[in-house]
């Protein structure tokens, strides 16, 4: 009954909204730091940071041991790949990072605390995870985008090498090259230097821009507002069945069942008479 209501009491801390705020507090105070650390400071400032960093950290693990204890089932815990990514970050974050072997890797680690940010907040949870589900179908417009690189650097290489080779020399820097154009970085002096031996030249230019620029980011974007757009709905619907709230389908078939109901009633009515 104790360790019972011992987790409640965690649970609700867990489930505080003042304790996400503080969390969220300082992992920026620690994005903060991370930042200042990079500046020349006194021996003063120094000392202040260490000590701020340690308490930090020591925040953090009493953090993660509020959320495993708050856990009903403890094996759940770490079947959630956030609960793994904060417990990694945090543990690897005792390492000192003073001068020892292990003081790059610390501070390394340090940095990506910003991170867990993604993991307090579900918004960014959300987008992060529309983001790598969205993955597999932007494999496929990449390797299609590589595609029409290849084919432009090649033919880019072969007919402007000899106006700059540096820029088109060969089919690797020919591709940088398109990279810079399809980013409009300058591209119009790239074109402009071409159309002085071919003055049909800008065909090119602008062929491969409508494709690479307009027509495959497009199709990029529009990948990942479908899949977000799917996450946005699974989301909703695992909130009204935590909730309890019936879901549009339930609502729906209920609906049928009331028609069904009503027909039945009908039929009745009609042979009856």
Same mark, same amino acid.
């Given at each position: 009954?104790?360790?019972?209501?011992?987790?409640?009491?965690?649970?609700?801390?867990?489930?505080?909204?003042?304790?996400?705020?503080?969390?969220?507090?300082?992992?920026?105070?620690?994005?903060?730091?991370?930042?200042?650390?990079?500046?020349?400071?006194?021996? !003063? %400032?120094?000392? #202040?940071?260490?000590?701020? @960093? *340690?308490?930090?950290?020591?925040?953090?693990?009493? $953090?993660?041991?509020?959320?495993?204890?708050?856990?009903?089932?403890?094996?759940?815990?770490?079947?959630?790949?956030?609960?793994?990514?904060?417990?990694?970050?945090?543990?690897?974050?005792?390492?000192?990072?003073?001068?020892?072997?292990?003081?790059?890797?610390?501070?390394?680690?340090?940095?990506?605390?910003?991170?867990?940010?993604?993991?307090?907040?579900?918004?960014?949870?959300?987008?992060?995870?529309?983001?790598?589900?969205?993955?597999?179908?932007?494999?496929?417009?990449?390797?299609?985008?590589?595609?029409?690189?290849?084919?432009?650097?090649?033919?880019?290489?072969?007919?402007?090498?000899?106006?700059?080779?540096?820029?088109?020399?060969?089919?690797?820097?020919?591709?940088? !090259? %398109?990279?810079? #154009?399809?980013?409009?970085? @300058? *591209?119009?002096?790239?074109?402009?230097?071409?159309? $002085?031996?071919?003055?049909?030249?800008?065909?090119?230019?602008?062929?491969?821009?409508?494709?690479?620029?307009?027509?495959?980011?497009?199709?990029?974007?529009?990948?990942?507002?479908?899949?977000?757009?799917?996450?946005?709905?699974?989301?909703?619907?695992?909130?009204?069945?935590?909730?309890?709230?019936?879901?549009?389908?339930?609502?729906?078939?209920?609906?049928?069942?009331?028609?069904?109901?009503?027909?039945?009633?009908?039929?009745?009515?009609?042979?009856?008479?």
């Amino acid at each position: 009954m104790q360790a019972s209501s011992i987790q409640a009491k965690f649970i609700k801390i867990r489930s505080n909204k003042i304790f996400e705020l503080i969390v969220i507090t300082v992992i920026i105070f620690s994005a903060l730091l991370v930042g200042a650390k990079t500046y020349d400071m006194s021996p !003063t %400032l120094i000392t #202040v940071a260490k000590v701020l @960093d *340690w308490a930090i950290t020591v925040f953090f693990l009493t $953090e993660i041991t509020i959320r495993f204890i708050a856990e009903p089932r403890k094996r759940d815990f770490f079947k959630n790949f956030w609960n793994v990514f904060d417990t990694l970050i945090v543990f690897i974050s005792l390492i000192p990072a003073d001068d020892t072997d292990m003081a790059i890797i610390a501070r390394l680690v340090r940095v990506f605390r910003v991170l867990r940010m993604i993991s307090i907040i579900p918004e960014l949870r959300l987008l992060l995870t529309s983001l790598v589900k969205a993955m597999p179908q932007l494999g496929y417009v990449m390797l299609l985008m590589f595609i029409i690189f290849y084919i432009y650097a090649a033919i880019g290489s072969t007919l402007f090498e000899t106006i700059n080779p540096v820029l088109w020399g060969d089919i690797t820097v020919s591709m940088l !090259t %398109l990279f810079r #154009v399809m980013t409009f970085e @300058d *591209w119009t002096d790239v074109m402009y230097e071409t159309m $002085e031996v071919y003055p049909l030249s800008w065909i090119f230019y602008l062929t491969f821009i409508f494709l690479s620029a307009f027509a495959f980011l497009n199709m990029v974007i529009g990948i990942v507002v479908n899949v977000m757009e799917q996450e946005n709905a699974n989301a909703r619907k695992e909130l009204e069945i935590e909730s309890g709230e019936p879901t549009l389908t339930d609502l729906a078939n209920q609906m049928s069942q009331i028609q069904a109901q009503i027909n039945q009633l009908l039929d009745a009515k009609n042979k009856s008479s």
